[in-house]
């Protein structure tokens, strides 16, 4: 009933310039849905919850970005039950970079 996809990359811009966590977080685009900002000590994020079908089946996604200098993770998680948002939000927001 819970299903988390996990990606990472590494960003440099065509100027050569090393991009900050903001830059890095400021590139992607997110989907629609409700808004959530997150800040800890190495990572800053942004994640947008709403619905999603797939197949004809009605499932919550959870679309989390975190980032760092040049580095940026992409979480999406998937439940069945929109009462499992604060559960995925945890997961999102668990990311870091050691």
Do not use: Q
């Amino acid at each position: 009933s819970r299903t988390v996809w996990f990606s990472s990359f590494t960003i440099d811009f065509a100027d050569g310039v090393t991009p900050t966590a903001e830059d890095t977080l400021s590139r992607p685009t997110l989907r629609e849905g409700e808004r959530f900002d997150h800040r800890a000590e190495r990572v800053v994020g942004r994640a947008a919850f709403g619905p999603y079908e797939e197949e004809g089946k009605h499932l919550w996604h959870l679309e989390g970005h975190a980032a760092i200098a040049r580095g940026l993770a992409l979480c999406n998680i998937y439940v069945e039950e929109e009462s499992d948002r604060d559960w995925a939000l945890r997961i999102w927001r668990s990311l870091d970079h050691g």
